[in-house]
C-alpha cells in the first residue's frame, strides 16, 4: 500500500530511546549527574535530560551534563522552570529541552509565559510538565503560546500520586486548535521506583544533541511505557499499524471516533479510518497484555500550520 500521508516512520534515521525529564542531586534528585547517566545507559537508554528545577532561591542551576557524554550515550541541557502562577498553583512547571548554560534565572516580575517565551527564543524545546498532577486548566496552558509539546505521561506522578495521565488536557488543546505533541517521561528523583516508567523514540540521522533537540521540535518521535509501534501506513481508507505484540490497537480522534483491533499477540491491524470521520488528525494508541501503553504523535489529516 502507497502511503496518502507520511509519518515519522517514513523518515530517514532511527529511532534513539531518551528520558526528557528527570532530577539530580544538583536541586531534588538523590544520584549524581554521572550516576544518572550511568542508570539511564544500562537500561538501554541513548540519551537523557537532567532538567533539575533551575530556582535560584535554593541555589540550584541548569546542570551542566556534557562531561558525562560518550560516544553511544549523550545528554541534553535541559531545565524544569518555575514563575507564578497558575489558578491552583503558586507556580508553573514548565520543561525546557535544548537551553543554554547561560540561560537567565527568571525575574521575580517574570510570568509563566513570559518566562516561556524566553526559553523559546533561545531555541528550547518547550512542554507543560505534569498538567494533572497540579490541576493546570486548559485557560492556563492556552497562555503557554510557544508550547511544543504536553507531558501525557509522568511516572513520577502516577508511582507517588495516581496522576501521571494527563491527555485529558492535551485533547481539549488539540480540539481548540493547537498543534501539539505528546511526550512521556519518568520526572524520577530516585526516593522511590519511578524511573524507566515512560519515554521517547525520537527519529534522528545521528545521536547528537542538536540533532535529538530538532527531531523534539519538529515532532518526530513517539511516546511509551513499554510497547514499540514500529509502523503506521495511511492509506486513503485504512491505517495499518505494525507494533510488538498487542492486545489492543486503536486509531482515535475525539469522542466515538476510533477504530480498533483487540486480540492478544497481534503484531499487526488494519484499522478503518472511514471511523474517524471528518478527523483533523488521529492517534495511535498501542496496548499490551500488561496494560502499557505506547501513544504516536497526532498524525495530521488536514495539514499542520
Avoid at 53 to 68: A, K, M, Q, S, Y
Avoid at 111 to 118: I, N, Q
Avoid at 164 to 173: A, Q, R, V
Avoid at 255 to 273: N, P, V, W
Wanted: charged share 20%.
Amino acid at each position: 500500500m502507497s502511503n496518502s500521508i507520511s509519518t515519522v516512520f517514513d523518515l530517514p534515521g532511527r529511532f534513539y530511546r531518551g528520558n526528557l525529564h528527570t532530577h539530580t542531586t544538583m536541586s531534588d534528585g538523590t544520584l549524581s549527574p554521572a550516576e544518572l547517566a550511568d542508570a539511564y545507559r544500562s537500561e538501554g537508554y541513548h540519551f537523557v535530560v537532567a532538567s533539575d528545577h533551575f530556582w535560584e532561591r535554593h541555589g540550584w542551576p541548569i546542570t551542566d551534563t556534557r562531561d558525562v557524554r560518550t560516544p553511544d550515550f549523550t545528554t541534553l541541557i535541559g531545565a524544569e522552570l518555575h514563575a507564578p502562577q497558575t489558578k491552583f498553583w503558586e507556580v508553573w512547571h514548565l520543561l525546557a529541552v535544548g537551553l543554554p548554560l547561560d540561560f537567565a534565572p527568571p525575574d521575580k516580575n517574570e510570568t509563566g509565559p513570559e518566562l516561556a517565551r524566553r526559553a523559546a527564543a533561545t531555541g528550547a524545546f518547550i512542554g507543560l510538565a505534569h498538567p494533572a498532577w497540579y490541576a493546570l486548566t486548559v485557560e492556563d496552558a492556552d497562555t503557554i503560546d510557544v508550547a511544543h509539546a504536553v507531558e501525557v505521561y509522568n511516572h513520577t506522578s502516577e508511582v507517588g500520586f495516581g496522576k501521571g495521565d494527563s491527555w485529558s488536557l492535551m485533547d481539549i488543546l488539540l480540539a481548540r486548535g493547537r498543534k501539539l505533541t505528546a511526550f512521556a517521561a519518568d520526572d524520577a528523583h530516585f526516593r522511590t521506583p519511578d524511573a524507566f516508567g515512560g519515554w521517547v523514540q525520537v527519529k534522528a540521522r545521528t545521536l547528537c544533541p542538536d540533532a535529538l533537540l530538532a527531531a523534539l521540535k519538529a515532532g518526530h518521535y513517539y511516546s511509551s511505557q513499554g510497547p514499540e509501534i514500529h509502523h503506521i501506513d495511511v492509506g486513503l481508507d485504512s491505517i495499518v499499524v505494525s507494533c510488538s505484540p498487542a492486545w489492543n490497537i486503536i486509531a482515535s480522534w475525539q469522542g466515538k471516533f476510533a477504530s480498533r483491533s483487540i486480540g492478544y499477540g497481534q503484531t499487526e491491524a488494519k484499522l478503518d479510518r472511514r471511523a474517524l470521520g471528518d478527523a483533523d488528525y488521529f492517534i495511535v494508541t498501542v496496548v499490551d497484555e500488561s496494560g502499557r501503553k505506547a501513544w504516536s504523535n497526532p498524525i495530521w489529516l488536514k495539514g499542520r500550520s
